[in-house]
């Protein structure tokens, strides 16, 4: 499995903002679909956001729509989560990953093909 770094995680009020970055090391990003994932304590791991391998579309929860937007800068090796309008509900540790499709705002990924960042922990909170 290929090494993500994740950074940009913090607190901050209701309706603030935050970007997450996830950084690859030792292979190449846009070889791969990309995604995060968010998970709160005892529950599992939700899929927040997607990009398809070789592809420009982009896929979002229902929870994160119009707030969240996931991009990727391959010459950076680089992908991001800018998070806007924030919510105490957005609250969690959030995830990035290398996987091999999406299946919406789920990012799947076959034996041997996915990644986990380390993961960071966003708390929205007044």
């Known amino acids: 499995q290929a090494p993500l770094v994740e950074s940009g995680g913090g607190l901050v009020q209701p309706g603030g903002s935050l970007r997450l970055s996830c950084t690859a090391s030792g292979f190449t990003l846009d070889y791969y679909a990309v995604g995060w994932f968010s998970q709160a304590p005892g529950k599992e791991r939700e899929g927040v956001s997607c990009i398809p391998r070789h592809d420009t579309s982009t896929f979002y929860a229902d929870s994160v729509k119009g707030r969240f937007t996931i991009s990727r800068d391959n010459a950076k090796n680089t992908m991001y989560l800018q998070m806007n309008s924030l919510k105490p509900e957005d609250t969690a540790v959030y995830y990035c990953?290398?996987?091999?499709?999406?299946?919406?705002?789920?990012?799947?990924?076959?034996?041997?093909?996915?990644?986990w960042g380390q993961g960071t922990q966003v708390t929205v909170s007044s």
């Open positions: 990953a290398t996987g091999t499709f999406c299946i919406g705002s789920m990012l799947v990924a076959g034996v041997n093909e996915g990644s």
